[in-house]
């Protein structure tokens, strides 16, 4: 006997598929009858009602209310995506932490957990730790009623897209070879969908954007990180291969300058990461949280560090502001937490490109990554679980279908 296959079903391409377009058409424009939506759909009344069958018993859809106005006879039953009995799932790793949330399918986060990487020695302890959190999890879905229906995993470095390993993660090295995507899938047979986590980041911010808010995001952290987008799609700064574009943060500011820890010399990093300013510092802080309490000491050694690397960032990031009509900045990563005493130096470096008007149409947020990449792993999830393709690997929505691992 073959191991049972876990619930992640729409997502793995299985013999639900052919449900996804009542399924979005649910999710999309609320509840309706069996009629209405072969109508929309134009599909025979027979179809439609096979497929609400299925997705009933299945437990994706849930009745509303009869429908008074439906004509002569008994009133007409309304369905429904039942969001409280449905789970995504949103693993975001951040080195050394990994972290995770369940959400239902309302967006409402039930669970969150972080566990540090540095406590889990090697890649067998990193491994037995995603199938704890899965089991956990999926438990609890299942407690309230539910499944878990898909998976988001937004990874750091410069993974290999189609086997899901990460091949470079700079802040931790020991990661290469992680790989979450076939963890889960050999243990437990389910599906998730990786990409890098601040696409998971901007998803979240752009809960509350404006229809033509143009967002940049700045993680700060040991390295840079930087991604746009609006609600038409995302630039990330981290395209697969073959690109000619590069990391954003690795994009060459100085010829023949600063080595960088990526191997090449000029990069923006190099001259504005974190682990710039623990260098500054000649070994007086071996961490960014002992660099931050030094600035927040007012020592004037690690502000004067961290208002150059402000100013230097912002003029790089000026011509890009420029570029895309940036009108809202969010700061995040660790470093959110000590930039307003360097927020000025930044607006400083803006200036260098900007005009005093371009600048004051300009927004700035200053938040903790996670609070919008946990919120947009799950909404990620969600997401690709009604359509696969609403997220490639250029950052486009609606471009290609993903092809999971294949089926056992």
Same mark, same amino acid.
């Given at each position: ?11 793995? @391409? ?28 134009? %599909? ?52 050394? !932490?990994?972290?995770? &949330? ?32 899965? $089991? ?8 309230? @009623? ?8 937004? %990874? ?7 086997? @899901? ?38 998803? @979240?911010?752009?809960?509350? &954007? ?40 690795? !994009? ?12 090449? !010399? ?37 502000? &004067? ?20 009509? %940036? ?15 360097? $927020? ?20 700035? %947020? ?43």
């Amino acid at each position: 006997m073959g191991r049972k296959r876990e619930e992640v079903r729409i997502a793995g @391409g299985d013999e639900l598929g052919a449900a996804r377009p009542f399924l979005r058409m649910l999710a999309d424009h609320g509840p309706m009858t069996q009629t209405e939506m072969s109508r929309r759909l134009k %599909v025979t009344t027979a179809a439609t009602n096979l497929h609400f069958l299925r997705m009933a018993e299945e437990g994706l859809i849930e009745p509303v209310a009869n429908d008074p106005h439906s004509g002569m006879g008994r009133p007409a039953k309304r369905w429904r995506i039942a969001a409280e009995r449905n789970f995504s799932l949103g693993f975001v790793l951040l080195p050394p !932490s990994l972290h995770v &949330a369940l959400a239902d399918f309302n967006d409402r986060i039930v669970a969150e957990e972080q566990h540090d990487f540095n406590h889990y020695p090697d890649m067998a302890a990193k491994n037995e730790l995603l199938c704890r959190l899965y $089991r956990r999890l999926r438990d609890q879905a299942a407690a309230a @009623g539910g499944k878990i229906r898909n998976i988001f995993y937004g %990874v750091p470095g410069d993974p290999d897209w189609s086997s @899901g390993a990460l091949r470079r993660v700079v802040a931790m090295p020991e990661l290469t070879g992680f790989n979450l995507r076939k963890t889960l899938h050999d243990n437990f047979g389910v599906f998730s969908r990786d990409y890098t986590f601040k696409h998971a980041e901007m998803l @979240g911010e752009l809960q509350t &954007a404006k229809p033509d808010d143009i967002i940049m995001i700045v993680s700060w952290e040991m390295g840079l990180g930087i991604v746009f987008g609006s609600r038409l799609g995302i630039l990330n700064n981290a395209l697969p291969e073959p690109s000619s574009f590069r990391d954003i943060g690795h !994009s060459r500011l100085v010829k023949d300058g600063r080595l960088c820890r990526c191997g090449l !010399s000029g990069c923006l990093e190099a001259y504005s990461g974190g682990w710039v300013l623990l260098e500054a510092l000649h070994g007086r802080a071996a961490t960014l949280n002992e660099f931050m309490a030094l600035v927040e000491q007012d020592d004037p050694e690690a502000l &004067a560090a961290l208002a150059a690397a402000a100013g230097v960032l912002g003029h790089f990031l000026a011509r890009l502001a420029a570029l895309f009509s %940036v009108n809202r900045i969010v700061i995040s990563g660790p470093m959110e937490r000590v930039f307003p005493r360097v $927020r000025r130096h930044f607006e400083e470096g803006l200036l260098e490109v900007l005009t005093a008007d371009e600048l004051g149409r300009i927004h700035f %947020v200053v938040r903790p990554l996670l609070d919008g990449a946990m919120v947009g792993g799950c909404l990620a999830a969600r997401k690709l679980f009604f359509d696969p393709s609403f997220i490639d690997h250029d950052g486009r929505y609606n471009f290609e279908p993903f092809t999971p691992y294949p089926a056992r």
